[in-house]
């Protein structure tokens, strides 16, 4: 079994910063790579930001300059440094990662997701 679990969403002011964390357990052999989306309501869930095994990264237009995306090896875990949060960053955000299990079976995990609200 394999778990990913996420923490750090909330409500911020405009300007404001957040910081997400999402860390896998479980049966883990290893992970090729992480990212985040978002969901707003009414919208397609969207790419965030996502990071391999390897260190290369992708962010959304929307997020480049504001958003750092950066991962743990030892803890399996990766963070989402948000800054200068904008309203329209107001959505569910859920934490993904590309894992193979101990059985090298290859999976797309998704975490529970976690609200974050920006208020103007």
């Known amino acids: 079994q394999v778990q990913l679990v996420e923490s750090g969403g909330g409500l911020v002011q405009a300007g404001g910063s957040l910081r997400l964390s999402c860390a896998a357990s479980?049966?883990?052999?290893?992970?090729?790579?992480m990212g985040w989306y978002r969901q707003a309501p009414g919208k397609q869930r969207e790419l965030v930001a996502a990071?391999?095994?390897?260190?290369?990264?992708n962010y959304a237009e929307s997020v480049k300059g504001r958003f750092t995306i950066s991962r743990d090896n030892t803890k399996n875990t990766k963070y989402l440094q948000m800054n200068s949060l904008k309203p329209e960053d107001t959505a569910v955000y859920y934490c993904?990662?590309?894992?193979?299990?101990?059985?090298?079976?290859?999976?797309?995990?998704w975490g529970q997701g976690t609200q974050v609200t920006v208020s103007s």
């Open positions: 993904s990662a590309d894992i193979v299990d101990i059985k090298l079976v290859r999976a797309v995990y």
């Open positions: 479980g049966s883990i052999f290893s992970i090729k790579a």
């Open positions: 990071i391999t095994s390897g260190g290369s990264i």
